[in-house]
Protein backbone atom coordinates (compact mmCIF):
# COMPACT_ATOMS: atom_id res chain seq x y z
CA UNK A 1 0.00 0.00 0.00
CA UNK A 2 0.88 3.83 -0.10
CA UNK A 3 2.57 5.34 2.52
CA UNK A 4 4.28 8.43 4.05
CA UNK A 5 5.73 7.75 7.13
CA UNK A 6 7.23 10.74 10.11
CA UNK A 7 7.55 10.08 12.97
CA UNK A 8 4.46 10.14 15.12
CA UNK A 9 6.38 10.32 17.96
CA UNK A 10 7.56 14.22 19.08
CA UNK A 11 11.49 15.16 19.24
CA UNK A 12 12.83 16.81 21.56
CA UNK A 13 15.94 18.89 21.60
CA UNK A 14 17.74 21.44 23.16
CA UNK A 15 18.29 24.86 21.99
CA UNK A 16 21.61 25.11 19.53
CA UNK A 17 21.37 21.55 18.67
CA UNK A 18 20.52 20.35 14.86
CA UNK A 19 16.93 18.33 15.06
CA UNK A 20 16.32 16.07 12.19
CA UNK A 21 13.01 15.44 10.79
CA UNK A 22 12.51 12.02 8.76
CA UNK A 23 10.02 11.31 5.52
CA UNK A 24 9.79 7.62 4.33
CA UNK A 25 7.10 6.74 1.39
CA UNK A 26 6.46 3.37 -0.19
CA UNK A 27 4.82 2.75 -3.29
CA UNK A 28 5.42 6.81 -4.60
CA UNK A 29 7.20 8.12 -7.91
CA UNK A 30 7.10 11.74 -6.66
CA UNK A 31 8.79 14.15 -8.76
CA UNK A 32 9.27 16.21 -5.91
CA UNK A 33 9.06 16.92 -1.94
CA UNK A 34 7.49 19.37 0.34
CA UNK A 35 8.16 20.53 3.84
CA UNK A 36 5.44 22.64 5.86
CA UNK A 37 5.32 24.03 9.62
CA UNK A 38 2.12 24.07 11.33
CA UNK A 39 1.53 25.69 14.70
CA UNK A 40 -1.24 24.60 16.81
CA UNK A 41 -4.32 26.01 15.33
CA UNK A 42 -3.00 27.47 12.37
CA UNK A 43 -2.69 26.47 9.21
CA UNK A 44 0.67 25.14 7.34
CA UNK A 45 3.28 27.39 6.16
CA UNK A 46 5.39 26.24 3.05
CA UNK A 47 9.09 25.78 4.17
CA UNK A 48 10.97 24.01 1.12
CA UNK A 49 10.32 21.93 -2.21
CA UNK A 50 12.88 19.80 -3.16
CA UNK A 51 12.98 17.62 -6.76
CA UNK A 52 13.71 14.51 -7.66
CA UNK A 53 16.77 15.56 -9.54
CA UNK A 54 18.29 17.56 -6.28
CA UNK A 55 19.85 15.95 -3.44
CA UNK A 56 19.98 18.65 -1.28
CA UNK A 57 18.42 22.09 -0.68
CA UNK A 58 18.82 24.78 1.76
CA UNK A 59 17.50 27.81 3.01
CA UNK A 60 18.89 30.08 5.68
CA UNK A 61 18.86 27.35 8.68
CA UNK A 62 16.76 24.93 7.07
CA UNK A 63 18.29 22.05 5.33
CA UNK A 64 16.11 19.31 3.08
CA UNK A 65 17.71 16.20 1.31
CA UNK A 66 15.91 13.85 -1.18
CA UNK A 67 17.14 9.75 -1.82
CA UNK A 68 14.53 8.78 -4.42
CA UNK A 69 16.88 5.68 -4.04
CA UNK A 70 15.71 5.38 -0.22
CA UNK A 71 12.51 6.57 -0.78
CA UNK A 72 13.11 8.94 1.83
CA UNK A 73 13.48 12.59 2.79
CA UNK A 74 15.60 14.42 5.83
CA UNK A 75 14.78 18.26 7.21
CA UNK A 76 17.23 19.52 9.40
CA UNK A 77 16.68 22.63 11.15
CA UNK A 78 20.50 23.61 12.81
CA UNK A 79 20.99 25.85 15.38
CA UNK A 80 17.52 25.32 16.47
CA UNK A 81 15.63 28.25 18.69
CA UNK A 82 12.33 27.45 20.68
CA UNK A 83 10.39 29.19 18.10
CA UNK A 84 11.00 26.64 16.02
CA UNK A 85 9.19 24.38 17.67
CA UNK A 86 6.08 23.31 15.70
CA UNK A 87 5.20 20.46 13.88
CA UNK A 88 6.66 19.81 10.32
CA UNK A 89 4.51 18.11 7.56
CA UNK A 90 5.91 16.75 4.48
CA UNK A 91 4.59 16.15 1.49
CA UNK A 92 4.69 14.71 -2.31
CA UNK A 93 3.21 14.39 -5.19
CA UNK A 94 2.02 10.83 -5.90
CA UNK A 95 2.13 10.70 -9.38
CA UNK A 96 4.78 12.72 -10.54
CA UNK A 97 4.13 16.13 -10.99
CA UNK A 98 0.40 15.47 -12.32
CA UNK A 99 -1.84 15.21 -9.03
CA UNK A 100 -2.51 17.20 -5.82
CA UNK A 101 -0.24 17.05 -2.42
CA UNK A 102 -0.80 13.86 -0.74
CA UNK A 103 0.94 15.17 3.29
CA UNK A 104 2.32 13.07 6.19
CA UNK A 105 0.78 12.77 10.06
CA UNK A 106 3.66 15.29 10.57
CA UNK A 107 6.26 15.08 13.94
CA UNK A 108 6.32 17.58 16.38
CA UNK A 109 9.48 19.19 17.60
CA UNK A 110 9.67 20.82 20.86
CA UNK A 111 13.10 22.72 21.40
CA UNK A 112 13.71 23.31 25.28
CA UNK A 113 15.85 26.53 25.91
CA UNK B 1 -1.22 41.72 1.98
CA UNK B 2 -1.97 38.70 -0.30
CA UNK B 3 -3.44 36.05 1.20
CA UNK B 4 -5.98 33.36 1.64
CA UNK B 5 -9.02 34.07 4.35
CA UNK B 6 -11.05 31.72 5.93
CA UNK B 7 -14.35 31.87 7.97
CA UNK B 8 -15.49 31.74 10.35
CA UNK B 9 -12.82 30.72 12.58
CA UNK B 10 -15.06 28.99 14.95
CA UNK B 11 -18.59 27.25 13.81
CA UNK B 12 -20.90 25.09 16.11
CA UNK B 13 -23.92 23.69 14.39
CA UNK B 14 -26.50 21.23 15.55
CA UNK B 15 -26.32 17.57 13.69
CA UNK B 16 -28.67 17.35 10.37
CA UNK B 17 -27.80 21.31 9.50
CA UNK B 18 -25.90 22.20 6.52
CA UNK B 19 -23.01 24.51 7.31
CA UNK B 20 -20.88 26.80 4.69
CA UNK B 21 -17.54 27.46 5.06
CA UNK B 22 -15.84 30.58 3.14
CA UNK B 23 -12.66 30.73 1.73
CA UNK B 24 -11.68 33.67 -0.16
CA UNK B 25 -7.74 34.56 -1.69
CA UNK B 26 -6.40 37.42 -3.47
CA UNK B 27 -3.22 35.88 -4.19
CA UNK B 28 -4.70 35.50 -8.43
CA UNK B 29 -4.10 31.48 -8.40
CA UNK B 30 -5.83 29.30 -10.25
CA UNK B 31 -5.72 26.48 -8.05
CA UNK B 32 -7.60 26.20 -4.64
CA UNK B 33 -8.31 23.51 -2.49
CA UNK B 34 -10.25 22.09 1.12
CA UNK B 35 -8.46 19.40 3.63
CA UNK B 36 -9.73 18.58 6.33
CA UNK B 37 -7.63 17.86 9.61
CA UNK B 38 -8.13 15.33 12.62
CA UNK B 39 -6.25 14.83 15.26
CA UNK B 40 -3.01 12.56 14.68
CA UNK B 41 -4.17 12.48 10.90
CA UNK B 42 -2.61 13.91 7.88
CA UNK B 43 -4.47 16.61 5.90
CA UNK B 44 -6.84 14.64 3.88
CA UNK B 45 -8.00 16.01 0.51
CA UNK B 46 -11.98 17.30 -0.01
CA UNK B 47 -11.92 18.92 -3.25
CA UNK B 48 -9.90 20.96 -5.09
CA UNK B 49 -10.20 23.18 -8.35
CA UNK B 50 -7.92 24.06 -10.77
CA UNK B 51 -9.95 26.78 -12.63
CA UNK B 52 -13.54 28.37 -12.64
CA UNK B 53 -16.58 26.37 -12.87
CA UNK B 54 -14.52 23.06 -12.43
CA UNK B 55 -13.90 21.32 -9.59
CA UNK B 56 -12.77 17.82 -8.49
CA UNK B 57 -13.32 15.21 -5.86
CA UNK B 58 -10.48 14.87 -3.34
CA UNK B 59 -10.00 11.22 -1.04
CA UNK B 60 -12.77 12.10 0.97
CA UNK B 61 -15.91 13.95 -0.56
CA UNK B 62 -18.66 12.29 0.43
CA UNK B 63 -20.78 14.49 2.26
CA UNK B 64 -19.59 17.91 1.16
CA UNK B 65 -20.31 20.32 -1.50
CA UNK B 66 -18.12 23.07 -3.19
CA UNK B 67 -18.90 25.89 -5.76
CA UNK B 68 -16.22 27.79 -7.96
CA UNK B 69 -17.99 30.71 -9.73
CA UNK B 70 -15.31 33.20 -8.94
CA UNK B 71 -11.46 32.96 -9.14
CA UNK B 72 -10.92 34.44 -5.50
CA UNK B 73 -13.79 32.28 -4.46
CA UNK B 74 -14.35 28.24 -3.22
CA UNK B 75 -16.92 27.90 -0.78
CA UNK B 76 -17.38 24.60 1.00
CA UNK B 77 -20.70 22.94 2.07
CA UNK B 78 -20.64 20.91 5.09
CA UNK B 79 -24.04 18.55 4.45
CA UNK B 80 -26.17 16.70 6.79
CA UNK B 81 -24.55 13.43 4.95
CA UNK B 82 -21.03 13.58 6.24
CA UNK B 83 -21.11 10.88 9.10
CA UNK B 84 -18.45 13.26 11.45
CA UNK B 85 -18.27 16.56 10.20
CA UNK B 86 -16.43 18.31 13.33
CA UNK B 87 -13.15 18.82 12.38
CA UNK B 88 -10.80 21.64 11.70
CA UNK B 89 -10.78 22.70 7.36
CA UNK B 90 -8.08 24.47 5.90
CA UNK B 91 -8.26 26.13 2.35
CA UNK B 92 -5.21 26.16 -0.12
CA UNK B 93 -4.63 27.69 -3.05
CA UNK B 94 -1.33 27.64 -5.66
CA UNK B 95 -0.09 28.98 -8.51
CA UNK B 96 -1.04 25.40 -10.22
CA UNK B 97 -1.93 21.76 -9.11
CA UNK B 98 1.99 21.00 -8.57
CA UNK B 99 2.91 24.21 -6.83
CA UNK B 100 3.27 24.93 -3.35
CA UNK B 101 0.34 25.62 -1.34
CA UNK B 102 -0.66 28.87 0.54
CA UNK B 103 -2.94 27.76 3.50
CA UNK B 104 -5.73 29.88 5.18
CA UNK B 105 -5.70 30.42 9.35
CA UNK B 106 -8.62 27.26 9.09
CA UNK B 107 -12.26 27.17 10.14
CA UNK B 108 -13.08 24.52 13.59
CA UNK B 109 -16.40 23.26 12.79
CA UNK B 110 -17.56 21.64 16.23
CA UNK B 111 -21.62 19.45 15.47
CA UNK B 112 -23.22 19.02 18.58
Known amino acids: SQKIEQNSEALNIQEGKTATLTCNYT??????LQWYRQDPGRGPVFLLL?????KEKRKERLKVTFDTTLKQSLFHITASQPADSATYLC????????????FGKGTMLLVSP | DGGITQSPKYLFRKEGQNVTLSCEQN?????MYWYRQDPGQGLRLIYYSQIVNDFQKGDIAEGYSVSREKKESFPLTVTSAQKNPTAFYLC???????????FGEGSRLTVL
Open chain 1, 91 to 102: ALDPWSGYSTLT
Open chain 2, 27 to 31: LNHDA
Open chain 2, 92 to 102: ASSISVTGELF
Open chain 1, 27 to 32: NYSPAY
Open chain 1, 50 to 54: IRENE
